[in-house]
């Protein structure tokens, strides 16, 4: 792959994680690759990290891990198309884009399935736009 296709993918990567960050109550939007590694995304202005940079690369290590186990029981089930999470402090969003989890996390107690509708729809959004673009 060329350097200039590899800019513009990851330029609209991080559009894609921009467009769910300006979503109400997220404190980060960011696409994880299949190894573990941030490949776009961060946290919304000023939100602090309630972990350190140590424990949230092994954070993302775990989720790329989790998401590989999903897909064993994909002939069965069918394709995993994402995850929500709550717990006390925040809650989180899981969903497969392409070989990259989008990784989000949100205020605690929002309406999970709705926001996962409110990122679906950025991501339609964001197919069609580079469909139109080609």
């Known amino acids: 792959m060329s350097i200039l296709k590899e800019e513009k993918i990851q330029s609209s990567m991080q559009g894609l994680c921009d467009n769910v960050l300006g979503l109400e109550n997220v404190r980060f939007a960011g696409l994880i690759s299949d190894s573990g590694n941030l490949y776009a995304g961060g946290f919304k ?4 990290p309630m972990v350190s940079d140590k424990n949230r690369q092994m954070m993302y290590m775990r989720f790329a891990l989790e998401s590989s186990f999903r897909s064993d029981f994909d002939d069965s089930f069918g394709a995993f198309r994402c ?3 709550q717990r006390e402090k925040t809650s989180i969003i899981t969903i497969n884009i ?11 107690k929002i309406d999970l399935q709705n926001k996962v509708k409110e990122i679906q ?6 197919k069609r736009n580079s469909e139109h673009n080609r």
């Open 98 to 108: 392409c070989s990259y989890i989008l990784l989000v996390f949100t205020e605690p």
């Open 45 to 48: 202005g000023e939100t602090i």
């Open 121 to 126: 729809n950025i991501i339609d959004n964001g």
């Open 83 to 85: 995850s929500t999470i």
